[in-house]
């Protein structure tokens, strides 16, 4: 989201003013929709824009003191505008916002596959090999106990039998697993951070997401005969999924040499050419059953590693990405149930720190066992707390493919993600910030910690000069 930097010491009358904005915009959205007939939709997608753009910006600027991740800012606005605080927004029209999502998210799977260099993710191999292991298993093995001791105070789990409440525990536990690559890019863009921590970052996240989606599925296949009566094992559903991911992988590789050529022979018009494959592209991919997310990042690695295209390509996403990503990041506010989650925050909860202990335990562990450098082992659990997307993505094909457990599973998944949605960034910008690789903290002069530098020449190699002040693919938002 390559917001600049605004300067620490803004006037005491800047503050004021934007407060005064703030509360102006807040103002005159109250009166648009008071006053707005019922069942002008039109108007209220208008008035939903206009209100995350303007708002979600000045929240961000008031909040920059307190150093938080801006995505934060823009899920406050969110939760602030949405239907159960102000009532500025509601969900049928952050359902006509769908578009808006839909483009972020295939901004976001391509500026994840345009940082994952294969000189870098060769060096982080082992690295990635320990971590994706160690996390998948502790984490899962953790979050998979918790539901099971925990089932006696979640309403739709008690009258399962003990099969069906084993099965529903492993998925929980691989939610747990889940991680966010937009507020991990969006953290990145908004500190251009450069390190050994935040190349990790992004290198693990995006490998990570991976590895969560082809095992949903197995394991979708794998519990079906506990949760369904007389269902059995379907050896066709896995034929399906090998389909659909050596389908993606194909077509993201055709895509991305494709688009490498275009930026090669006429690279005109980019901004056109990504609202193309945001919106064309990705309802073709999703008719045929192919997976948009590893597409796309197929593509961006492709265009990065292939060819000499990477940096124009993702120069164009990092324009594009700034009010996208306002948006985007604000209705994800939007759709937070605070009833909700005053209703299941302490079962909520309790799955957060659960989650959060085994997520620190098994960063240590495996960068132990893989012996990352001294800042990963101390801050790479940061960067695996925030849940968003994808995780409630998942949660809806639960739902689609286990209609039994009603809408009691995702509505505990929503209480449980907004907990790692809102901690989650904060966590991972203060260990950025704490590491000494955000931009403010080398503009600073403040260097890393001692002893946290790469202790691997060959990894700290990798980052070219020009690579320093772009760092965060979604930059300058």
Not at 11 to 22: D, M, N, S
Not at 170 to 176: F, K, N, R, T, V
Not at 351 to 373: E, M, P, W
Request: glycine share 8%; aromatic share 8%; with cysteine.
């Amino acid at each position: 989201m390559n917001i600049p930097s605004r300067p620490r010491g803004l006037p005491l009358r800047a503050r004021v003013v934007e407060i005064f904005a703030l509360a102006l915009c807040l103002t005159l959205a109250l009166l648009v929709t008071r006053n707005t007939p019922t069942g002008a939709i039109h108007w209220n997608v208008i008035l939903a824009i206009g209100y995350l753009l303007f708002a979600g910006t000045l929240a961000e600027s008031l909040l920059s003191p307190l150093r938080l991740p801006h995505l934060t800012a823009y899920i406050a606005v969110g939760i602030v505008g949405g239907p159960h605080v102000l009532r500025l927004v509601d969900h049928e029209t952050v359902a006509q916002l769908i578009p808006v999502n839909t483009l972020a998210i295939s901004l976001i799977a391509l500026a994840g596959g345009l940082e994952l260099e294969a000189k870098l993710l060769i060096v982080l191999a082992k690295s990635l090999f320990w971590s994706n292991l160690v996390q998948t298993v502790v984490v899962g093995a953790s979050s998979t106990a918790a539901f099971l001791l925990l089932s006696r105070y979640v309403p739709f789990a008690a009258q399962l039998p003990f099969l069906g409440l084993v099965g529903v525990s492993l998925i929980w536990g691989l939610l747990a697993t889940s991680r966010s690559p937009s507020a991990t890019l969006a953290v990145l863009s908004q500190t251009r951070a450069h390190g050994p921590l935040a190349r990790w970052s992004l290198s693990f996240v995006m490998s990570s997401d991976i590895v969560v989606v082809m095992l949903s599925t197995l394991l979708f296949v794998a519990v079906r005969p506990w949760l369904i009566e007389g269902a059995d094992l379907s050896v066709a559903r896995l034929l399906v999924l090998a389909q659909e991911i050596v389908g993606s992988m194909c077509l993201g590789l055709c895509l991305g040499l494709l688009l490498a050529a275009y930026l090669r022979f006429v690279g005109q018009k980019l901004m056109l050419v990504l609202l193309v494959l945001g919106f064309v592209v990705t309802d073709g991919l999703k008719y045929v059953h192919f997976d948009p997310l590893l597409a796309f990042l197929v593509t961006g690695f492709v265009v990065s590693n292939l060819s000499q295209q990477g940096r124009k390509l993702l120069d164009a996403v990092s324009k594009m990405s700034g009010m996208v990503f306002v948006v985007f990041f604000a209705t994800a506010g939007v759709h937070l149930d605070l009833s909700l989650l005053s209703r299941l925050w302490p079962v909520a909860l309790a799955f957060f720190l659960v989650r959060l202990a085994s997520t620190v335990v098994a960063g240590r562990f495996s960068a132990r066992i893989a012996k990352d450098a001294p800042v990963v082992r101390r801050f790479g659990f940061a960067p695996l707390v925030s849940q968003a997307g994808l995780t409630l993505a998942l949660s809806q094909n639960v739902e689609r493919e286990f209609p039994q457990l009603g809408v009691g599973f995702r509505a505990l998944v929503v209480a449980t993600v907004a907990i790692n949605e809102i901690i989650g960034p904060i966590l991972f910008k203060l260990s950025l910030d704490h590491a000494g690789e955000t931009s403010e903290r080398v503009q600073d002069g403040r260097n890393a910690p001692e002893g946290e530098g790469d202790p691997n020449p060959a990894a700290a190699a990798l980052e070219g000069p020009a690579r320093v002040g772009e760092r965060a693919g979604l930059s300058d938002g």
